[in-house]
């Protein structure tokens, strides 16, 4: 049995971070399962106004409103209209130190506020589309990509945020959602203007209870929680729409790709790679059918002969999946065997099933394995 302190901070979780009172009790009795003793609300009340390491008053003494310390100024809004391709793609964020008068406006410095861990709600459009978790602290003196406007001088130096993004089905931004999101308002910068335009902004900090808002409509619609984001891995067998359909024991175990959505990332790689080659004047033959290839394309040129292990995610080049098949047919064929990763693919789930685009090619050519760089998934024990 676990303790009332856990219990609290796990029924906090599966409330997006904070609530009322009459809320937390709700979801910690819930997780107990247990009969309760007559004092059991007391119990909470004192955990939650004594442990003041854990949680804190969210609107002030006396409002009933917790929530957790460790999710408190971790949240963020990004508006990325022109820059959501590039970022998206290679999964970071960035912004310029100065504008054309050299002076700092208040939503580039918010940059230097992003610590590992942070939640960013990516706005594109009238819709959030992705919700990142930051991966570390921003790194400085970062050059302008090279993607960005060059007609922006002044832009030349800025912060650059790496940020692991997860694709979500869009959360379409209605009158009535922000009008919502303008009670939660500050009183010096806010996202959308009185008459719910929105403002000339790229990153601002988001309240406690303003992500507490967009989380709870993600989790109404998607069955999602921040944890489930935080937990993403493509290869996770439970999907968002597994989660969608069916009853959950557990929420923040994360999901993973459908075997449809896979295919879709795995055929937009394909293409990418077999157009960069083909438009390099190589013959490309397509081999991914026959598994005990250990490779994917046969590509020759000038007498030439490569052999091509083809990988598309969602995720940074940073790591891919290889199954035991192509590592060895990779030993055996060096310096023949090149490895193509196409990353920061992007499934926009407004789309049924969800389209496939951007995309950034990784190439390692030859491609040498590092046994230092191959990481165990699962172990096989031999009992006899």
């Known amino acids: 049995m676990t303790t009332w302190n856990l219990d609290i901070v796990r029924a906090l979780k599966n409330l997006n971070g904070c609530g009322h009172l009459s809320e937390i009790y709700r979801e910690t009795k819930k997780i107990r399962k247990l009969a309760l003793n007559p004092t059991w609300d007391s119990t909470i009340r004192r955990e939650l106004e004594t442990n003041h390491d854990q949680f804190y008053s969210v609107e002030g003494k006396g409002k009933g409103v917790w929530g957790l310390k460790s999710y408190a100024n971790r949240f963020f809004w990004v508006s990325q209209n022109r820059t959501f391709k590039v970022e998206r793609r290679d999964g970071y964020f960035w912004a310029p130190y100065y504008d054309k008068n050299k002076k700092t ?226 030993q055996e064929s060096y310096p023949k065997f090149i490895l193509c990763v196409v990353s920061g693919i992007w499934l926009d789930r407004s789309k049924n099933p969800p389209a496939t685009s951007l995309g950034k090619l990784t190439e390692l050519n030859p491609w040498k394995i590092d046994d230092e760089k191959l990481e165990p998934l699962t172990y096989f024990y031999n009992l006899k």
């Open 105 to 330: 406006l208040f939503h580039w410095e918010v940059l230097s506020k992003l610590k590992k861990g942070d939640v960013v709600f990516s706005h594109l459009k009238g819709e959030i589309t992705c919700i990142s978790i930051v991966k570390g602290k921003a790194d400085e003196n970062f050059s302008r990509p090279k993607e960005f406007s060059k007609s922006l001088p002044w832009m030349e130096k800025g912060r650059k945020v790496d940020t692991d993004y997860v694709d979500i089905e869009p959360l379409i931004l209605t009158k009535s959602v922000i009008k919502k999101l303008n009670t939660f308002r500050t009183n010096k910068h806010w996202i959308y203007d009185r008459n719910l335009k929105h403002n000339v902004i790229y990153m601002l900090p988001l309240p406690l209870p303003a992500a507490k808002f967009l989380l709870d409509l993600i989790k109404e619609k998607q069955k999602i929680t921040i944890e489930d984001v935080e937990n993403f891995e493509e290869n996770k067998s439970e999907t968002l729409d597994d989660i969608k359909n069916k009853p959950r024991k557990k929420t923040g175990q994360g999901f993973g790709l459908s075997s449809k959505e896979r295919k879709a990332i795995e055929n937009y790689a394909m293409e990418y790679v077999i157009k960069r080659f083909k438009n390099e004047n190589w013959s490309v033959t397509d081999v991914s059918s026959r598994r005990d290839k250990g490779y994917d394309l046969n590509l020759s040129k000038d007498g030439k002969e490569l052999f091509c292990e083809v990988k598309g995610t969602t995720g940074t080049d940073s790591r891919v999946i290889v199954t035991k098949n192509e590592v060895k047919r990779a």
